[in-house]
């Protein structure tokens, strides 16, 4: 993190905003990493029917996080709120092993994504505290991100309901954002 101190002092506006767009399946636990990054409490998390959106302070940087229901009926309207994302963060239900290939599959359409196009992606293996959960690595694998060429991406294991995990990358993709600007 001092590589990032330092960056953050090289640039003129130190309070830079990064508007981080939150996407997933429904019940992967988007609602609950928003909450764990807000230091909030998430023992009442209800599925989102439409989208949450929590402003965060994190090493310097004001995070705008847009959670976006996903449900299927809401996928569709995904794509409203593309606009200015500076950071793509994609949750996986890791236990939730036969919906692997469905969220694979919304991933690869969101990657396609004209307005999402070299954005940085987090995806987030939630979960992993479940005993049917499959690792970060396999779910890279199964995701094929290591044949991601077009923008930088990381994956991360978590547990979401324990905040184990959700903050560790965000220094990370700040990192990334800044050198790219």
Known sequence: MGLLSILRKLR????????????????AGKTTILKSLASEDITQVTPTQGFNIKSVQSEGFKL??????????IRPYWRNYFENTDILIYVVDSADIKR????????????????????PLLVYANKQDLGQAVTAAEIAEGLGLHNIKDRDWQ??????TESKGVKRNIPFLA???????
């Open 175 to 181: 990192l990334i954002y800044i050198c790219v600007c």
């Open 100 to 119: 692997l290939d469905e969220t694979g599959q919304e991933l690869s359409e969101l990657l396609l994504e004209e307005k999402l196009r070299g954005i």
């Open 12 to 27: 003129p506006n130190q309070d830079k905003e990064l508007r981080l767009l939150l996407l997933g399946l429904d019940n």
């Open 155 to 160: 994956i991360q294991s978590c547990i979401a």
């Open 64 to 73: 705008n996080v847009w959670d976006i229901g996903g449900a299927r009926k």
